[in-house]
């Protein structure tokens, strides 16, 4: 393609009287580069000598209107080599561009001359430069994520996209530093592929790989499974996101050296730090000494343990080698090999660099020969940020700050590497089951016992049961408890590893996925169940979640209460009354009408008292309706008088219209209670569904007893704890009417044949 272009320039520049001297048609960027793709824009420099003006305009208008006509996406300058300079010295992305200055027609020398000038004075100047220029990196990768990661990565501004292979070149062409000569071209080409195939899927200009774009680019590209192109995508990110971490970081390194040896021009050895087992450190990388060889056993582990342990790097060099010459380890792992790879574990975020480093050079799959099946996997999933092998590195990391509270220390490490080992396709929401053999078989291997396999085997099978009981069931339900303690074993130990492992695998996902709200309810279930593997007699695991001084108020006098608390990420609503049939709902359609959101909600009982607690959209107590107008609302509301809900009403009939709609998930839970009928409900969130919810089952004189329900990257996940009005267990058949009212609420369906 680009030689086709320029074939078309060089037939223009010659019917505009383009002149051989003097004058010149220069490309830059992707034109330049040779790497143009069907939908890419087209960037000239006409440059000239500045002798005649006149003539220079005139053929400037004879070759741009003809590509403007054309609808050629053009972006076009008129510049001296002077002016090309003096662009280049005031813009940082002018003058890494203009780098790439190549002549297409016209005076050869021309572009050559400046060619060579932009490259001195780009040198010349580098030392104060650089520092422009790695802020500019940073904050690039700050603003679009990292390519290697993301489900919808953007391969020309994320780490390990374009942008980044055009700063390698950029930071080569200081000579402060060096690039990786191998290693980056294949990958680059690759994603040059990519770009190419989703530029004709899309018919447009697009570097982001969209989820809608993905199967129709696999099937241009060859691959059979989507899945298979994405991660060729991450692999081929992390190559060269790598390499521009590593360039980045020698020119860090290497700029204050040279300040320093500006005025003394002398030969100095390399001055570098032994370590043991045959490893030095020089400028803030391990590498091996000369008397060391990389077939030594256990140097891979040695080094990456040294590496992390003192926040440092592996030399590329030193990571190529071990990955290619490294001998594999005998099974079961000796103790010798068990001490580096449990210090390289315990190092935090220091873990995540050597560990990439260790992954591209293959020495990962060499000592877990099972993280071949999750490495570069996607996660089909709009919570988890990273892809399963990242995701599982970050859970490492995430964990580190509570290695002091447990006894084993080494196992909830592994159990956390190997958490989401069983993630393969097919697997879904069987992944815990389906990983937990395996990494059995890993930690066994490893030369652990059988009784500590036994339970890296357990949490690992466990690790999403803590936090579903805290979220999806009621804390006051004995079956609750019983659940908890079963998947720990009624061991106190394996319950604190547990927690730590729930609470370092949501923060490896994002953000979204360890809220203040969902870290109260983690935490009070496996306090209440901790304390009672002690032996001690916990309080009701209700109580940290309910005020009881607000219950006790509504209990002497009858009449509602409304508490306003300001809790980290938005504002909470305490609101107490006494309990009756249609109070959930009422509730919720109050909030609804008074246009509040809900992100999460926890209905309890306690001794006749509802104590209702929802986390809303809301950041300020000024955003929400006045106390003493909620209450009196309340009131109006159990004496009859529903006017109010007349627009939340009107809202939820017209659901029922909607076409869109994804058909909800609704399934009764066996065995969560003794007590009530257990039903899981997920679908699209809307500000009046919960009223749906509580309105269809109140109106069957089913009772909500507890619910919790959250809301996850635009999903509504509700459990809610069904009684009969009088509290009893519903039958078999009641349930299935429970289970018809919500997926009918959740539709829409309940409140519009209502209002029909």
């Known amino acids: 393609m680009t030689d086709r272009i320029e074939e078309a320039l060089v037939e223009l520049y010659a019917a505009a009287g383009g002149p051989a001297s003097g004058v010149a048609l220069a490309a830059v960027g992707s034109l330049a580069r040779r790497e143009l793709g069907p939908r890419s824009d087209i960037d000239l420099v006409l440059l000239h000598d500045g002798k005649d003006q006149d003539r220079i305009n005139t053929l400037a208008e004879g070759l741009w209107y003809p590509l403007w006509d054309s609808s050629v996406r053009l972006d076009h300058s008129v510049r001296t080599p002077a002016e090309c300079a003096d662009v280049a010295g005031r813009e940082l992305s002018a003058g890494v561009g203009l780098l790439d200055l190549r002549v297409v027609v016209g005076d050869d020398e021309l572009v ?20 422009e220029l790695l802020a500019a990196l940073e904050e690039r990768h700050e603003s679009f994520g990292d390519a290697a990661y993301l489900l919808e990565p953007d ?8 942008r980044d292979m055009i700063m390698l070149r950029a930071l080569a062409a200081t000579w402060l530093t060096d690039r990786p000569h191998s290693g980056v071209k294949d990958p680059y080409e690759r994603l040059l592929d990519v770009r190419d195939a989703l530029h004709l899927s899309s018919g447009r200009t697009m570097d982001r790989l969209l989820a809608t ?14 899945d298979d192109l994405r991660r060729a995508v991450s692999m081929a990110a992390r190559r060269i996101g790598h390499a521009v971490d590593l360039t980045s970081r020698a020119a860090r390194q ?9 005025f003394v021009r002398r030969e100095r050895r390399p001055e570098y730090t032994q370590a043991p087992h045959g490893l030095i450190v020089h400028q803030g990388e391990v590498g091996l000494d000369r008397l060391t060889s ?9 080094a990456a343990a040294l590496a992390a342990q003192r926040g440092l790097v592996l030399s590329p060099v030193t990571a190529d080698n071990l ?13 010798e090999a068990r001490v580096p790879l449990f210090e390289l574990l315990s190092s935090g975020s220091a873990l995540l660099p050597v560990w990439e480093s260790l992954d591209l050079a293959g020495c990962i799959i060499r000592w877990f020969p099972a993280w071949q099946g999750i490495s570069a996997r996607p996660q089909h999933n709009p919570v988890h940020r990273h892809t399963v092998d990242r995701h599982s590195v970050q859970c490492v990391a995430e964990v580190q700050r509570h290695l002091t509270q447990v006894e084993r220390p080494d196992l909830l490490l592994l159990a956390c ?3 989401d080992i069983g993630k393969l396709p097919g697997a879904g929401a069987a992944h815990p089951v389906v990983g937990a053999p395996v990494a059995r078989r890993i930690a066994t291997d490893v030369g652990l016992p059988d009784a500590d396999a036994e339970l890296v085997e357990r949490l690992v099978r466990e690790h999403l049961t803590l936090a579903d009981l805290a979220t999806r069931r009621d804390h006051g339900d004995p079956a609750t408890v019983d659940a908890l303690v079963a998947a720990v074993d009624g061991r106190l130990e394996t319950l604190q590893m547990l927690r730590y492992l729930t609470e370092a695998d949501a923060k490896a996902a994002g953000p979204a996925a360890w809220s203040p709200w969902r870290a109260q309810l983690v935490n009070a279930l496996a306090d209440s169940v901790e304390s009672l593997l002690v032996g001690e007699a916990p309080d009701l695991p209700v109580n940290d979640l309910v005020d009881l001084g607000l219950a006790r108020s509504v209990r002497l006098d009858g009449r509602p209460r409304v508490l306003v608390e300001s809790k980290p990420g938005g504002m909470q609503l305490v609101i107490a009354a006494s309990d009756r049939l249609g109070l959930f709902s009422d509730t919720a359609g109050l909030l609804a009408s008074h246009s509040v959101s809900v992100r999460s909600a926890a209905l309890h009982t306690v001794d006749g008292v509802a104590v209702n607690t929802w986390r809303v959209d809301k950041q300020s107590p000024s955003d929400l309706p006045d106390q003493a107008l909620l209450v009196q609302e309340l009131d109006r509301l159990e004496d009859g008088d529903s006017s109010m ?25 066996p065995g969560a209670s003794a007590t009530a009928a257990v039903v899981e409900v997920r679908t699209g969130d809307r500000s009046g569904l919960l009223y749906a919810y509580g309105r269809g089952l109140s109106d069957r004189r089913l009772s909500v007893r507890s619910a919790h329900v959250g809301t996850l990257a635009g999903q509504a996940i509700g459990t809610f704890y069904v009684t009969e009005a009088d509290g009893s267990l519903p039958s078999t058949e009641r349930t299935a009417e429970a289970v018809r009212v919500l997926r009918d609420a959740a539709a829409g369906n309940e409140i519009a044949s209502d209002q029909a």
């Open 294 to 302: 990389p077939t030594t056993p256990l140097l891979d582990l040695r």
């Open 645 to 669: 809900l007349r627009m939340v009403r009107k809202r939820e009939a017209r659901t029922a219209q909607r076409t869109d709609l994804a058909p909800p998930f609704v399934e009764v839970v």
């Open 155 to 162: 391969l020309k501004e994320a780490r390990g996209g374009f």
């Open 417 to 419: 590497l190997l958490h």
């Open 254 to 262: 290497v700029l204050p050296v040279r300040r320093k040896l500006s």
């Open 323 to 335: 990955g290619e010459h490294a001998p594999p380890l005998p099974t079961p792992w000796p103790e």
């Open 112 to 131: 050559r001359g400046a060619r060579t000038a932009l490259l001195s004075a780009w040198r010349a100047n580098a030392r104060k430069r650089l520092p």
């Open 213 to 226: 774009e993905v199967d129709d680019v696999a099937t241009r590209l060859g691959y059979t499974d989507a």
